[in-house]
């Protein structure tokens, strides 16, 4: 019996152990953690290169990133997407979600969707004053409503890419840069600053808005206070004293920077035969920098210089209602490598005004009109011969393409105009297809100036003139002051080429229906006359020389575009007509 009790103890002794042990084990290893599952995140709609902006939260303060399509091992529990607003090339998209907030379970996965699409940018309407230094970024549209200043002390910053409209329902809307402020407008080949009509594309029309005027502080050869022309038009906002642009005094005065810049139907006229150009450069100083600058289907002149010293590289235009490059009033400034081309004129938008009398390629005066002060024993059109302020401006590597056979003005259709007493440097260009002739030399004011060797024209070649008068290339025996012998008895011998030669034959590609900026190619055709003959050298012209200075360059070829060389007008220019 005592045996048997003692073996009965040891027994439950054993149990008990094994109990506890059991015990010991299950409380070491605890509840399971259940598995993690998966959010997928599936992003469309953003175009290639272009990142999302995506953040997911969710328990425990879980908060991760995301920029494209991607697959997230997660706890199970809640978690919310959200999305940013995404800028590519200027262009906003914003994202629609679904599926979010999404709850994962272990092992499992939850699906949410992100897909972006092209929003609106917004609309900002400038009016009035600019009177402290402001920037305008190319994720924004511009509206131009009436006159707008740019206040003296003031920089206007223009971002690449940036589009700028001029109102339509305040007709003659415009930019006015004023004397002592500054415009910085620094676009790329790639992403240009435009300036440009309201309406949509095929219903545009010349004199749509008015256009881009910069007043700097340079001399000219006018007295007085004389105002832009159109300024003092009946526009929302105008200044109806206008704008003054003489009477500067800083020859060096900087008004900022335009580098790949494009106007575009521009010209109303806010007064009667009072057209507003496409760029207007009243007074513009040497520091100022202009470059890769195109005008676009205006209605009045497509660059016009009243006075100053700027100088200025790449510059083009396409359909113009009067001139493509006119000069006056004692500019002094150097420009080189400028294309003009003319195929019709255009039907201004109506009540905007008219196509000029005479438009002309080039359009070069000394100076006209009130404030033109006649030094002792000359006349008023020689104002500035005192001082040194007569019309000296310099063109080199010119193409100007006229219409040919196309209705024309019947005072137009001449390449190259001087008159009214100017002087200057005219080498390295191509005048073609020009309905009337290819150059005049207009008044005995003008010749004083060439026979003293301040005017010269050389190294040009002239084809395709006068096609609606009689094959005319130089002012008719007789008649003004430029006939071909009176260049060649000075030495300025420019080639005139056989009447079999078209303007078409001498370039890459001169479309006869253009269809966009694409369609041209300056560059010299295969064995172009053109591609040769140019003015390689300045050395054997002192005048030339010391004009030229660094600035521009002497070239073999005749035309904007060296044989083989950068198509500089490629990607960044436009060609519409409405």
């Known amino acids: 019996m005592t045996i048997f009790l003692r073996l009965?103890?040891?027994?439950?002794?054993?149990?008990?152990?094994?109990?506890?042990?059991?015990?010991?084990?299950?409380?070491?290893?605890?509840?399971?953690?259940?598995?993690?599952?998966?959010?997928?995140?599936?992003?469309?709609?953003?175009?290639?290169?272009?990142?999302?902006?995506?953040?997911?939260?969710?328990?425990?303060?879980?908060?991760?990133?995301?920029?494209?399509?991607?697959?997230?091992?997660?706890?199970?529990?809640?978690?919310?997407?959200?999305?940013?607003?995404?800028?590519?090339?200027?262009?906003?998209?914003?994202?629609?979600?679904?599926?979010?907030?999404?709850?994962?379970?272990?092992?499992?996965?939850?699906?949410?969707?992100?897909?972006?699409?092209?929003?609106?940018?917004?609309?900002v309407v400038i009016s009035g004053s600019i009177a402290a230094n402001r920037t305008l970024a190319a994720d924004t549209n511009y509206v131009l409503r009436g006159f707008v200043y740019v206040n003296s002390g003031a920089t206007l910053t223009i971002n690449a890419g940036t589009r700028i409209v001029g109102d339509t329902t305040a007709l003659g809307s415009a930019l006015f840069v004023l004397r002592g402020a500054r415009l910085v407008a620094n676009g790329t080949e790639s992403a240009p600053v435009v300036f440009t009509s309201q309406r949509s594309a095929g219903n545009r029309a010349p004199g749509d808005w008015g256009g881009l005027i910069i007043v700097g502080n340079a001399r000219n050869n006018r007295s007085g206070s004389i105002i832009v022309e159109g300024s003092d038009g009946s526009v929302v906002g105008a200044n109806p004293a206008g704008v003054v642009y003489t009477g500067g005094t800083n020859d060096t005065d900087n008004s900022g920077t335009l580098r790949y810049v494009r106007v575009e139907f521009a010209g109303y006229a806010t007064l009667q035969d009072a057209e507003l150009n496409s760029f207007t450069f009243a007074a513009l100083g040497s520091g100022t920098t202009l470059e890769y600058l195109q005008s676009v289907s205006g209605l009045d002149d497509s660059f016009e210089w009243f006075g100053g010293t700027v100088d200025g590289k790449y510059l083009v235009s396409y359909e113009a209602g009067d001139d493509h490059f006119d000069t006056s009033e004692g500019y002094r400034g150097r420009n080189q490598f400028l294309i003009a081309y003319q195929s019709t004129f255009l039907t201004p938008r109506a009540g905007a005004g008219a196509v000029s009398a005479d438009p002309q390629g080039f359009e070069v005066d000394g100076c006209n009109g009130g404030g033109c002060t006649a030094p002792s024993g000359a006349n008023a059109q020689s104002a500035g011969r005192d001082d040194g302020l007569w019309t000296m401006n310099m063109f080199a590597n010119f193409t100007v393409i006229g219409t040919g056979s196309a209705t024309t003005p019947a005072n137009g259709g001449v390449g190259m105009v001087l008159r009214r007493g100017t002087g200057g440097y005219y080498f390295n260009g191509v005048i073609a297809r020009t309905a009337r002739q290819a150059i005049s030399m207009r008044d005995s004011t003008t010749n004083n100036r060439f026979q003293v060797d301040s005017l010269i024209v050389k190294n040009n070649y002239f084809a395709e003139a006068g096609v609606q008068n009689s094959g005319v290339v130089f002012d008719p025996a007789g008649t003004n002051f430029g006939q071909q012998t009176a260049f060649a008895a000075r030495n300025q011998i420019n080639e005139v080429a056989a009447s079999t030669v078209t303007a078409a034959s001498l370039f890459t590609t001169l479309p006869a229906t253009p269809t966009n900026g694409a369609s041209f190619d300056w560059s010299p055709a295969a064995s172009s006359p053109i591609a040769t003959g140019g003015l390689s050298a300045f050395t054997a012209d002192p005048r030339i020389t010391a004009r030229a200075g660094t600035f521009i360059t002497p070239t073999a070829y005749r035309g904007a575009a060296a044989p083989g060389g950068a198509k500089w007008w490629a990607n960044w220019t436009n060609y519409a007509r409405n």
């Open 8 to 123: 009965r103890a040891a027994a439950t002794a054993l149990a008990t152990t094994f109990a506890l042990v059991a015990c010991s084990s299950d409380e070491s290893t605890g509840p399971t953690t259940p598995a993690n599952g998966t959010l997928a995140i599936s992003v469309s709609g953003l175009p290639s290169g272009a990142n999302a902006a995506i953040t997911v939260t969710g328990p425990n303060s879980y908060s991760q990133t995301a920029t494209a399509t991607t697959s997230l091992s997660v706890a199970p529990g809640a978690y919310t997407v959200a999305a940013a607003q995404v800028l590519s090339n200027n262009v906003r998209y914003n994202a629609t979600i679904t599926g979010s907030p999404a709850t994962v379970a272990s092992s499992a996965t939850s699906t949410v969707t992100v897909a972006y699409s092209v929003t609106a940018n917004p609309t």
